[in-house]
């Protein structure tokens, strides 16, 4: 697979990366507590709390490093391989996650389905900031699939 | 004295697995896009994208997709490895 980029304004590259401080410490707990693991076996249940604990420990880093490197304007992240590629989307994937969990828990999922249609202005600013990121996190991952989907499939 | 002949039993045996057989869960999400899923189901299921986005439709229009069955400790790393990927996937017994 050949080099990806993703191309996004400054100003948003700036938005996403203050915003990622703020939710890349608790996106550990989100992704523990979302998870099905099985409680027969302590050393399992163990083993897979620490996997997980571990996996997002490493997204938080890769999507701090991937925002923190794009610089200029337009920013651009440039994944340079098939496994940081899919190790990004991925990532993108966390961050949505710990939004809905820890901003927007109480919005139905079928609203959340439609979040461009979610930008009410009776929401509190928190909230509609937070969604607007929500959104753009979206637009980045679906930019990725889009290239990786062409480059496999087609 | 000639040995009285030995006549063999001839009978039917059911073999049945040893192990049961547990399936691997997806629930559908609402954060996760179509086109993620598929890539996942391809990249960690081993699977060919026509598959994938056959499970994922499944997932998407009745809320959950058995997308693996088989032993138990195999069927483990799938979950796990699918909750990686954020997906929500869950142990179930079959049957």
Same mark, same amino acid.
Request: proline share 4%; net charge negative.
């Given at each position: ?7 996004m304004?400054?100003?948003?590259r700036n938005?996403l990366t203050d915003?990622l401080r ?13 998870? =099905? ?26 999507l701090a490093a991937a925002f923190a490197n794009a610089?200029?304007?337009?920013a651009?992240i ?5 496994? =940081? ?56 991952? =679906? ?12 | 004295?000639?040995?009285?002949? &030995?006549?063999?039993? &001839? ?35 081993? &699977? ?29 790393? &799938? ?17």
């Amino acid at each position: 697979m050949a080099e990806l980029r993703l191309t996004m304004t400054a100003e948003a590259r700036n938005v996403l990366t203050d915003l990622l401080r703020l939710i890349a410490p608790a996106a550990a707990r989100v992704s523990v507590n979302r998870a =099905q693991i099985p409680d027969t076996d302590k050393e399992v249940a163990s083993f897979w709390t620490e996997s997980l604990s571990a996996q997002a420990g490493e997204e938080a880093r890769l999507l701090a490093a991937a925002f923190a490197n794009a610089k200029g304007e337009p920013a651009v992240i440039i994944l340079k391989n098939e496994a =940081q590629s899919l190790a990004f989307l991925r990532a993108l994937s966390a961050v949505r996650f710990a939004l809905r969990e820890l901003v927007f828990s109480d919005i139905p999922d079928d609203q959340l389905e439609r979040a461009e249609d979610l930008d009410d202005e009776n929401l509190p600013n928190e909230k509609r900031h937070a969604l607007a990121c929500y959104s753009c996190f979206g637009l980045l991952q =679906q930019s990725l699939i889009s290239q990786i989907d062409s480059e496999a499939f087609d | 004295m000639a040995k009285p002949k &030995i006549k063999p039993e &001839i009978g039917t045996e059911k073999v049945v697995s040893a192990s049961p057989q547990w399936n691997v869960v997806v629930l559908n999400d609402p954060v996760n896009f179509q086109g993620y899923v598929i890539v996942v189901f391809v990249n960690v299921l081993g &699977i060919s994208h026509t598959q994938a986005e056959k499970f994922m439709l499944k997932v998407h229009s009745e809320g959950r997709a058995t997308v693996w069955t088989g032993e138990r400790e195999r069927a483990e790393m &799938i979950v796990l490895e699918l909750q990686q990927w954020h997906l929500s996937a869950k142990l179930e017994k079959n049957g």
